[in-house]
């Protein structure tokens, strides 16, 4: 059970405004010239989003059996990442031994990478995880030092219990205070980090705080959470998509942009909502980390999931996240920047009724476009041509995704 519960509402609520404050300046370029991990939005799969505290090691196992056998790793996933719960006690030395759900957690690394993939891990600066686990505060460099022995290659560093036991005891009342032991904190991980030697992705999980694409990379930030948590419904994935609008130009090789991990196969989403939800996201230039129960994953799911020409414009080498260019009531249309001149598109219903915004007609001209256009819809895998006005019957919460080829 979450231990910090009324935390996370006022985390969220926080968040968003976070989000909506976001100021206009250009990106920090990322800190050090060493990173070479995330050149592209990692993909994986995290155990949180379907067992979350109930993962043990031979789900971990398992799925990284199924990353391989669903043909996942041939599309690009490579991480498989453990969320919170795994956490033991500290010995007399302060190392840091994992519970028994997790016997043994170098034996689980060396399984994960025996199968060409890679395995990522949490923590947080804190006292506690967000389950009320042990967390690394004090004990960061040991942490880390911990990590690199095991052979984990990505950490999630989530903040929860960060606030109430430091920021809030050490600087009561001053907001700017909080945020600057904040980010002395992820800083500090990060340090740890490199201090190792291994490539390790860093991840950082505050709930987009402090406009936190600004100052992630300075603090070696590969990938930095937006928003409060998903959840395996529409609303809830509309809202985060929503606030990832006027984010771009913080995306890059490196460093990311993250409205959290896919809910794709999860809870009563429609195919047409896991459908949506997986092409904005790849628009988002996000992180993949599918977060469904693989071993039980349906037919339908995986076809989602292993999409190559959707999962080639998340991973597109230049990194430009999509943005939104307009809206027609509840349809929005996003585009992207690929690499070779070409432009990806996505005609989002965001509406409830199928027809709630019929007739819609797409403005090429808006998107600086003149038709017709030669296009291909990523998920028919027809050929489409787009033309000025031209109508469209987007079912509710479903997607037109196209992938324009180079404009002359
Ligand atoms: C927070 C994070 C989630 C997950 C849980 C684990 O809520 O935002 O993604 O890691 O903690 O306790």
Not at 17 to 29: G, N, T
Not at 188 to 197: I, Q, S, V
Not at 334 to 339: A, D, E, F, G, P
Request: proline share 5%.
């Amino acid at each position: 059970m979450r231990i910090f519960a009324p935390l996370s509402i006022a985390v969220l609520a926080l968040a968003s405004l976070a989000a909506s404050s976001q100021k206009a300046v250009a990106p920090k370029s990322p800190a050090t010239a060493t990173q070479k991990v995330a050149q592209t939005p990692p993909m994986g799969w995290n155990s949180w989003n379907f067992f979350f505290g109930k993962v043990t090691d031979k789900d971990i196992r398992d799925s990284a059996d199924q990353i391989v056998a669903t043909g996942m790793k041939d599309a690009g996933y490579v991480y498989v990442n453990i969320d919170d719960t795994w956490e033991g006690e500290r010995d007399a030395n302060g190392v840091l031994h994992t519970n028994a759900k997790f016997p043994d957690m170098k034996a689980l690394a060396d399984y994960v990478h025996s199968k060409g993939l890679k395995i990522g891990i949490y923590s947080g600066p804190g006292p506690k995880t967000c389950a009320g686990y042990a967390g690394s505060l004090g004990h960061e460099e040991q942490d880390a030092q911990l990590y690199a022995q095991w052979g984990i290659d990505y950490l999630k560093y989530d903040l929860c219990s960060f606030i109430p036991a430091v920021m809030q005891k050490q600087a009561p009342d001053d907001k700017a205070a909080q945020m600057r032991l904040m980010i002395a904190a992820y800083d500090k991980m990060n340090k740890a980090l490199k201090a190792t030697g291994r490539p390790i992705v860093f991840s950082l999980c505050q709930y987009g705080w402090d406009a936190v694409w600004e100052w992630a990379p300075s603090v070696g930030g590969n990938l930095w959470r937006t928003t409060g948590d998903i959840q395996p419904n529409w609303d809830r994935i509309y809202a985060l998509l929503e606030q990832q609008a006027g984010l771009k130009s913080y995306a890059g090789p490196g460093h990311w942009n993250d409205p959290d991990m896919l809910e794709v196969g999860n809870g009563k989403l429609s195919l047409a909502e896991n459908r949506a939800h997986f092409s904005m996201w790849a628009m988002l230039a996000a992180p993949l980390l599918a977060g469904n129960d693989l071993p039980n994953m349906k037919p339908e799911i995986k076809a989602i999931l292993t999409n190559r020409e959707v999962i080639a414009i998340d991973q597109d080498p230049l990194g430009k996240q999509a943005g939104r260019v307009y809206s027609d009531g509840e349809v929005e249309v996003w585009s992207r920047n690929l690499s070779k001149g070409a432009l990806a598109i996505a005609v989002l219903n965001a509406g409830d009724s199928r027809y709630s915004t019929h007739p819609f007609h797409l403005d090429l001209a808006k998107l600086g476009l003149h038709g017709p256009l030669q296009a291909k819809n990523l998920w028919t895998g027809k050929a489409v041509t787009l033309t000025q006005n031209m109508s469209l019957e987007i079912p509710s919460h479903d997607v037109l995704l196209v992938r324009v080829g180079a404009q002359k």
